[in-house]
């Protein structure tokens, strides 16, 4: 089992940055890859982006290119998302999310464990 627990959303004007932190317990060994997804009301949940331990590929979501960030810092068990210039449409419960096998295949994000979510508002 990995547990996955969330921190640092809040609301912030649209422009701005905010800062996601996720630390990882239990079998964060087992763990392939890091990442994060998103969900509003009445959606989907959808990727935003994934980072794997090995070797540290990244993959992000097209909305979110070349705003958000994802970073790892495994001698602590952590990850992070930045981000920066943040639109209304980035508002949403961020979760984090890992997988044993591989959380980007053909385009997709595939995520089997995941946080209690955190909540990002971003105002016009």
């Known amino acids: 089992v990995v547990r996955l627990v969330e921190s640092g959303g809040g609301s912030v004007q649209a422009g701005g940055s905010l800062r996601l932190s996720c630390v990882a317990s239990g079998h964060t060994y087992s763990t392939n890859c890091m990442g994060w997804a998103r969900q509003t009301p009445g959606k989907e949940r959808e990727g935003v982006a994934t980072?794997?331990?090995?070797?540290?590929?990244?993959f992000y979501a097209d909305s979110v290119k070349g705003r958000f960030t994802i970073s790892r810092d495994s001698a602590n068990n952590s990850l992070y998302l930045q981000m920066n210039d943040l639109k209304p449409d980035d508002t949403a419960i961020y979760y984090c999310?890992?997988?044993?096998?591989?959380?980007?295949?053909?385009?997709?994000?595939?995520?089997?464990?995941w946080g209690q979510g955190t909540q990002v508002t971003v105002s016009s």
């Open positions: 999310a890992a997988d044993l096998a591989g959380c980007y295949q053909s385009g997709k994000f595939r995520f089997s464990y």
């Open positions: 980072i794997y331990t090995g070797g540290g590929s990244t």
